[in-house]
């Protein structure tokens, strides 16, 4: 407002300035004596003819003048209005912000700070909980490949293929062990290649030390002797039998489990030779939840 009034004060003095030249100038010129009596006595001059569109003396500058005034206090106005506009316009984003919860970022070199939804504490907590239950699934899929490359080198290098197999699921890691490479047809007492069999995979487990549940699975065949009653003692038996081996070898009992399912869980059909001898089985199980359960404590 300073600037405005300097402006204008500027204006006015010149224009005053204008003004009183004009007026001087129309003023009549004082004439010496000689010339007044040379004038009385000299025949009047013939009138000359009169000359259209003469000039106006100087009546145009107060003209000028004036719109000159009227231009600068017409643009005075308008610079006015948009200042009066712009500070509206910032009285209305500041009430929508307000009414529509959000928050202005700082600014950033020349340009002007966004406007940015403000997220609620509940939402930030759940965001973070997905981003960090990805994070734990990579890291447990990541366990699992490693348990299942461990198991193939093992398979590979003893030449196990056909007796032993892994495979990866949504439960996690299974080691599919054959009771052929274990016990005697019908038997719960390991063989001695079967326990050279266990200690092998026994060095996995010590590497990968997660909590694991051996399972026993037979065919459909029934069974009936003294020591089985049925395929539920023979399976139940048999899981009991390598957990019994795994501790021996060193593995804390705390972190096995033994479960019996007979011929309830095939993996094949039971019409077949092939078939049967694929149900008769003893399974190692790397459980996905339980891995996940373990990293979590670890890094929380």
């Known amino acids: 407002m300073h600037f405005h009034a300097k402006i204008v004060i500027q204006n006015s003095l010149f224009l005053d300035r204008i003004h009183n030249m004009a007026i001087e100038k129309e003023k009549p010129e004082k004439k010496s004596d000689e010339t007044d009596e040379e004038h009385f006595f ?3 001059p013939e009138d000359e003819p009169e000359v259209e569109g003469g000039g106006g003396g ?3 500058i107060m003209t000028y003048a004036d719109l000159v005034t009227l231009l600068f206090a017409f643009f005075v106005l308008l610079f006015a209005m948009s200042s009066t506009q712009q500070e509206a316009f910032k009285e209305l984003v500041q009430s929508l912000k307000s009414a529509l919860g959000v928050q202005q970022t700082p600014e950033a070199g020349t340009r002007e ?5 403000e997220v609620p504490p509940e939402e930030r907590k759940e965001k973070n909980d ?3 239950i990805g994070e734990l699934s990579a890291m447990v899929q990541e366990e699992i490949d490693d ?8 398979i590979m290098v003893n030449r196990l293929g056909g007796k032993v197999r892994v495979i990866v699921d949504e439960r996690g890691t299974i080691i599919m062990i054959s009771d052929i490479l274990l016990f005697p047809v019908g038997k719960a007492t390991m063989t001695d290649q079967g326990r050279k069999i266990i200690k092998k995979i026994y060095e996995i487990l010590a590497k990968f030390s997660y909590p694991v549940k051996i399972s026993g699975h037979t065919d459909n065949v029934p069974i009936h002797t003294e020591k089985h009653a049925s395929n539920w003692e023979l399976s139940t038996n048999r899981a009991c039998e390598v957990v019994r ?3 021996d070898e060193g593995i804390d009992p705390r972190s096995l489990s033994a479960e019996g399912y007979g011929e309830y869980r095939p993996v094949a059909t039971n019409n077949t030779a092939e ?3 694929q149900n008769r089985r003893v399974e190692i199980i790397y459980e996905r939840q339980v891995i996940a359960e373990k990293l979590e404590e670890n890094i929380y």
């Open 130 to 132: 997905k981003e960090s």
């Open 42 to 44: 000299s025949p009047e």
């Open 245 to 247: 081996l795994l501790i």
């Open 58 to 60: 100087g009546e145009w």
């Open 147 to 154: 348990i299942a490359s461990e198991v193939r080198e093992l």
């Open 275 to 277: 078939g049967r001898a």
């Open 113 to 117: 700070g966004l406007i940015m939804p």
